[in-house]
């Protein structure tokens, strides 16, 4: 009998147009909110095809898997249950990948926001450290945050028994990762890396100074692990001992230093640099709740890269927020009232939830390793990658860590009446943390109850644990019940940073407070317009009118208490408006630092991971001030801190030595006879319909030349289009006349080389392409070939499309916070315009573009 097979209907897939316009819709005019959400999180696969149309589509997919996951347990929620508490953003948010992976069947990918490798018995070989720089690269590929430690790394100068004879020291192998993490990308972005060291290793004053040279590490963060024997040492005056291995009774090598020398040294890096951030390493340890199970591979060795998850080699952890702001009842009143009942009840689900996203994540894991199996390469080629995810699989099952986090912690105190930053402010703020730390960790006990706890729960090991005695101190039935059941994860709680979340809530970002409540933009309008309003005339004669952009939730506050939010307001008008309202004085450039940081010491004590927080500073600050803030950042409880001091990312520093004077204005040094050889990266780009190509030499990842020209898809001009890297080989033809080669290895590992660039592109190109390579080669700094570039004034629209083209391609290579001097906004006519990961941002009104 002849059974007619069930008819399959393709998925309906969106346009940009349609998914940016139906979201815009969603977000009620929040263009940035929609553009972000189409980008980063709309479900797509690898041809570009859109498969959900607004964040409902995306909510009702993450809502089905979680349910299909709740059946596996007693008392399951239900899909519906599931989407009323994810929907809108309003409650419980999914952060980054839980929110693009979750049901998507498009990639093969983690779910986990970040993870720590490191090697087993610390070993500093060369293949112990190959091995972590591939290991990273595996994980950066599949979307993940990485962070891992140098601390085993022997110092410069030691002996070593291979052909070298001494080590070449931490430096040179920062510069290894760091450069592994620029060549990934993950759908558009670079990898993240975390890189620590302890202040005990001979080489840590080497390792802070690494970031300091023009170029260096650039694809990392580096953060120092500081013990209090050197924080009290800096109070007292005293020396300190550095050992090799590090903490030794037994060291190989130890030298005694001056503690305050090397501490000002941390504190003008961080001020002139905003890194090296700083992890108050014995805090982290001592009240660390994992670390009760050091002893079976639960030591904490470094953190994420954001440094809000401190973790064992080859744990991961996955990042969800609670929206605090939506728990105000009657916000913006004088009724304003937090609802603790139904706060609690959410805390409970979301921690459920948190549990079934790491079942789901064991799932993705076997996704990638059947991947693994499935490719063609040789078993011994296959061995690190495969490895790796065993055991991260192993440390996901046996732990069962989870990040619970909030976001707009700062609206829900304005929507309570309560100033930021105020004692009421801290007091409230830690109820709220100490509340979400009882009620996710009584979720927790009860789902051990129901699910079984943690593979390797014991109650004596945590019997002394800090964190452990405030929860009993707290809640004694909780702490028994945890004693008769179990607990169903290793640890729980976060602080994370909430940046593109906090967009799609609509809130303010983490724990911080408000950036700006209002703030002006401008638009250019054409005089002749029917009810054109311009509010003035530029040099040039363009018109422009003025409009006030509200923060979300200011614009609620003016609502609700009877202010309009049409009206064309006068920046007197503006202040008075900020002045009656609850943000008055509770911006991030109001709130007090030191303030800031007792805030951050007494909510970290609710918080068994640790807290994301940058300390933004103005430009005019000293570097006492920034020392105060370390000190105080330890002495509160603290187990890290980031300073940001405004414009200190913008230039480029080229010196270690403090008393140079360090300028924007710096040439590059570059050797003016061309190497034979340069590393190259390959840019593809589109102008109007034309498809280009540039190839850029580079030495120390800085542009030394540039050749662009139309691409030919028919046969994939020169390099197929997966090929990002190569070498530009300078040879000779057979008549003398010199030629550049591109070469580049293909899948099967195989060399491939493309002779002659020069005859392969048009003439004309090639010739302004070798000028434009003269200036980068004899040292002028990118941001200033651009504007050249941009002012060249050429006849053929063909060549001005090439212009454009090698404009936009060196861009990329411009360091962020640069300031473009001789631009404009064309949104608000401001000149205040800074390169942004090669986009041209405006500082003013926020506007950006890439051309």
Known sequence: MHVKAPSTTPPKTYTQDEAFNASLEYFKGDDLAARVWVNKYALKDSDGNIYEKTPNDMHRRIAKEIARIEKRYPNPMNEDEVFDLIKDFKYIVPQGSPMAGIGNKYQVGSLSNCFVIGNPGNSDSYGGIMKIDQEQVQLMKRRGGVGHDLSHIRPKGSPVKNSALTSTGIVPFMERYSNSTREVAQDGRRGALMLSVSIN????????????????????????????????????????????????????????????????????????????????????????????????????VSTNPCGEIPLCPYDSCRLLAINLFSYVD??????????????????????????????????????????????????????VERNLWLNIQ?????????????????????????????????????????????????ASVYAAKERGAFGIFDSEREKDNPFILRLKEADEKLYYDMLEYGRRNIALLTIAPTGTTSLMTQTTSGIEPVFLPVYKRRRKVNPGDKDARVDFVDEVGDSWEEYVVFHHRFKEWMEVNGHETNKNYSQEELNELVAQSPYHQATSNDVDWLSKVRMQGAVQKWVDHSISVTINLPNDVDEELVGKLYLEAWQAGCKGVTV????????????????????????????????????????????????????????????????????????????????????????????????????????????????GLSHKFDPEYWNYAKLISSTLRHGMPIEKAVE???????????????????????????????????????????????????CLTCKDCGSSKCG
């Not at 732990?399 to 402010?425: N, P, V």
């Not at 340069?678 to 850029?696: C, G, S, T």
């Not at 949104?827 to 990961?837: A, G, H, V």
């Open 330 to 383: 009657k916000p913006f009143t004088d009724k304003a009232k937090f609802n603790f009942k139904l706060f609690k009840k959410h805390i409970a689900a979301a921690q459920r939830i948190m549990d079934d996203i790491i079942d789901l994540e064991l799932e993705k894991v076997d996704a990638i390793l059947a991947k693994i199996d499935a490719d063609p390469e040789g078993d011994e080629v296959k061995a």
């Open 644 to 755: 940001y001091r405004d414009g200190s990312r913008s230039g480029v520093l080229i010196s270690n030595d403090e008393k140079k004077e360090e300028s924007n204005e710096s040439l590059i040094s570059f050797p003016t006879k061309r190497p034979e050889v340069l590393e190259a990266d390959v840019v593809r780009f589109q102008n109007n319909k034309e498809k280009w190509i540039a190839f850029i030499g580079l030495i120390d990842d800085k542009p030394y030349e540039i050749f662009t020209g139309l691409a030919d898809d028919e046969d994939g001009i020169l390099i197929p289009r997966w090929a990002t890297k190569g070498l530009i080989i300078k040879n000779r033809n057979e008549d003398g006349v010199s030629r550049y080669d591109f070469q580049y290895q293909n899948k099967r590992g195989y060399k491939t080389t493309i002779e």
């Open 788 to 838: 050249l570039i941009n002012s060249l004034q050429l006849d053929s629209e063909s060549i001005n499309t090439w212009k454009n083209g090698v404009a936009r391609a060196l861009k990329r290579y411009v360091a962020d916070g640069t300031l473009a001097r001789k631009q404009k906004c064309d949104n608000c006519n401001s000149s205040q315009l800074i390169y942004q990961e090669g």
């Open 394 to 442: 192993k440390k996901a099952e046996e732990g069962r860590r989870t990040g619970i986090g909030i976001t707009a912690e700062g609206d829900m105190l304005a929507a309570l009446g309560i100033k930021y930053g105020s004692k009421k402010g801290v007091d409230f703020s830690v109820k709220i943390h100490k509340t979400i730390a009882l009620e996710a960790y009584r």
């Open 201 to 300: 290793h001979p080489d840590s004053e080497n390792f802070i100074d690494a970031k300091m040279e023009q170029g260096k590490v650039t694809g990392a963060n580096v953060s120092v692990r500081i013990d209090d024997s050197f924080m009290k040492a800096v109070k007292e005056g005293s020396n300190y001992t550095q050992k090799y291995p590090i903490f030794s009774e037994n060291p190989k090598y130890s030298k005694t230093i001056e503690a305050n020398k090397l501490w000002k040294k941390i504190v003008h890096n961080a001020w002139k640099s905003a890194e090296p951030g700083i992890l108050f390493w014995d805090t982290i340890i001592n009240e660390s709740v994992p670390d009760c199970y050091a002893d079976l591979g639960y030591q904490t």
